[in-house]
């Protein structure tokens, strides 16, 4: 059996909480509905009565819209309006789903009339008395709670975007509220000769190559089952805990996997840009404390002698005319050595640690 790529779950983890957030609020909405009406049914307002069957019907139906439009959300209109400002884009699909919202009102009350009487779905009777809920208040009270649904669908989307998948998680479960000492894998990936780039294109160009930049690298950061703990001008910390870095080496892979990206791009750079970006790596594994910090704004961060230690090991990259450097210490845990080619330069005194740290380059044949 074939194994879902991890791409594919990655997706898959940003549809299914729009199912969950769909789901939350008609229950909600029809516990709210239930106990300040607390009708059976009412004929001539064209309500349907809430009865067990109704009640899972409606619960498996609104999960499965919310997972329609969080496929919507994830493979078209995420990119059809990722250009627009976080309000104009909020508009735009507010706009696109409260048209689908009719298209699913039209399509679920037959259906959910069907469940009620045993008939068909196009048998008169139920189809009158779709008509009635049509210029009911009903109808702009269910039209009212998709809109909320929706609302809290796209805010959500957004906080994901800009926090990532796995930050907004942790918010919500409070995993890091306390702070937890943990094993994680860090690389940090440097653009090559950043300052001679932005000085030949300009501050508007060259943010706009930064945005190729990070998006270039994204595939190979989710096939590897990296996070992105933080953008830092032309520099992109990635995260792993430590099984899942190590496990088929994944970690170092990553590396190589954004290096073939770019390389597929490179005449799309130098058309765009008239550079092709090249970069740099240093990585390193220890012991973090992770935790929420901050007032004014919070944030999870990670602190530790990992992260410094990482920087520096990434900075000797120049020194060594190297691509990637690696720390001893993460060399000997890796699953697997015989994909790449290393080279150890030997033990290094790095700035402001007593303690010296045995390095190795990184290559992959050709």
């Known amino acids: 059996m074939k194994r879902i790529s991890p791409k594919t779950k990655f997706k898959i983890q940003k549809i299914i909480p729009f199912g969950i957030?769909?789901?939350?609020?008609?229950?909600?909405?029809?516990?709210?509905?239930?106990?300040?009406?607390?009708?059976?049914?009412?004929?001539?307002?064209?309500v349907i009565a809430l009865t067990p069957r109704i009640v899972a019907f409606s619960t498996f139906a609104v999960f499965f819209v919310?997972?329609?439009?969080?496929?919507?959300?994830?493979?078209?209109?995420?990119?059809?309006?990722?250009?627009?400002?976080?309000?104009?884009?909020v508009i735009f699909k507010f706009v696109f789903y409260f048209l689908f919202a009719h298209i699913i009102i039209f399509i679920f009350y037959p259906l959910a009339g069907a469940v009620e009487t045993g008939a068909s779905p196009l048998d008169d009777r139920i189809l009158e008395k779709f008509s009635r809920f049509l210029v009911s208040v009903n109808f702009i009270s269910t039209m009212v709670q998709l809109s909320f649904s929706l609302v809290v669908s796209l805010l959500y989307a957004a906080v994901s975007d800009s926090l990532g998948q796995n930050v907004l998680?942790?918010?919500?479960?409070?995993?890091?509220?306390?702070?937890?000492?943990?094993?994680?894998?860090?690389?940090?990936?440097?653009?090559?000769?950043?300052?001679?780039?932005?000085?030949?294109?300009?501050?508007?160009?060259?943010?706009?190559?930064?945005?190729?930049?990070?998006?270039?690298m994204s595939d190979a950061i989710i096939k590897s089952y990296g996070e992105v703990y933080q953008y830092i001008g032309d520099e992109v910390v990635i995260s792993w805990p430590i099984k899942r870095g190590l496990e088929k080496s994944r970690c170092v892979k990553c590396f190589f996997y954004i290096q073939n990206d770019f390389l597929?791009?490179?005449?799309?750079?130098?058309?765009?840009?008239?550079?092709?970006?090249?970069?740099?790596?240093g990585m390193h594994m220890g012991e973090v404390t992770t935790g929420e910090v901050g007032a004014l704004k919070t944030e999870i961060v990670f602190t530790g002698d990992v992260l410094n230690t990482t920087a520096r090991i990434q900075s000797l990259c120049n020194q060594y005319k190297a691509e990637l450097l690696i720390s001893k210490d993460l060399y000997t845990q890796l699953e697997d050595y015989t994909t790449f080619q290393f080279h150890e330069l030997g033990s290094m005194e790095l700035k402001g640690k007593q303690q010296q740290v045995s390095i190795l380059g990184v290559a992959h044949p050709s």
């Open 264 to 281: 597929k791009q490179a005449e799309t750079f130098k058309k765009q840009f008239g550079v092709f970006p090249g970069f740099k790596a």
């Open 169 to 216: 998680i942790n918010f919500f479960t409070g995993k890091y509220h306390t702070p937890k000492k943990e094993e994680r894998i860090f690389m940090f990936l440097d653009m090559r000769d950043s300052t001679t780039i932005a000085e030949k294109l300009g501050h508007v160009k060259y943010f706009e190559l930064l945005g190729k930049y990070y998006q270039t």
């Open 21 to 46: 957030i769909w789901l939350l609020m008609s229950w909600v909405f029809l516990f709210v509905e239930y106990a300040a009406a607390g009708w059976k049914g009412a004929e001539d307002s064209g």
């Open 66 to 89: 919310g997972l329609g439009v969080g496929l919507l959300e994830v493979f078209f209109l995420d990119r059809l309006f990722k250009k627009y400002s976080l309000g104009r884009k």
